[in-house]
């Protein structure tokens, strides 16, 4: 197996909260998502673990890592996500939009083994990268640095659009025979989860949960350094967060 050795363990609901907001979605730890520079050779000399035991990394124009971004699936924005337009950002979330297409990622990635896709699903979510990202080499379970890299690049808003039909709301969205099966308080971390006032989802300071029309969910994660510094001086309390702003995210979201 191979895994990303750069940041120490957390506890598991702030895991989870970096989780949503790092480009590599849950894969890396399987060692499905592993980028390798055109150009490197596994016979080249390898970089050292770093002193404190974190992976070498090195920092990449988007430009640069647009080989490691694309083998991990993500590609800049064109357009609508799958049919949505998003009207609306906070003034401070910055960046380049790129857009993820996780099934047919997924897909690509699960080839020849258990399919655990959705059949007939559609995933796709953007994000808006920094102007410089990080590229890591993986590291395998005895700490040898592998020719293997992945790129790691935060985003503070991710808006992910779900199709299915049988996605008919957001009750539907969550139950495991739907593909779901995530409990809510894991969908939007951080306590403080509301319902929206037409009912047709759920929303916290830190994302929403909604169902814009039958067949369609759309998640959205608000996770600005904010939010994160709230997770971190307690991961296990509730987190204010953004509320308003993310009903204003969530408000500018419809179809094309």
Known sequence: MTFRQKHTPLSPALAMALGAVAVMVATTA?????????SSSSEEALPELNPDGSAPSERMSLE???????????LPAEGDLSG?????????????????DVNAWMSRQQQGQEEVVLPDAEEVERSW????????????????????????????????VHRHADFTDVDAYLEPEAGGGTPLEEVLPGGG????????????????????EPGVVVEVSYMDDTVMDEFLEDPDGAVEGHPEEVLLIMEGIGPV
């Open 129 to 160: 990268l920094p102007d410089t990202v990080d590229v890591d080499h993986l590291v395998d379970d005895d700490g040898r640095v592998l020719p293997e890299r992945e790129v790691f690049a935060p985003s503070d808003v991710y808006v992910t």
């Open 84 to 100: 949505y337009e998003i009207g609306y950002l906070p003034d401070a979330v910055e960046g380049t939009p790129y857009d993820h």
């Open 30 to 38: 399987c060692g499905t998502a592993q980028a390798v520079e055109p």
């Open 64 to 74: 640069e890592a647009a080989p490691f971004l694309e083998a991990q699936g993500y």
């Open 193 to 212: 989860v509301r319902e929206l006032p037409d009912g047709t989802g759920h929303y916290n300071g830190a994302g929403a949960l909604f169902s814009p």
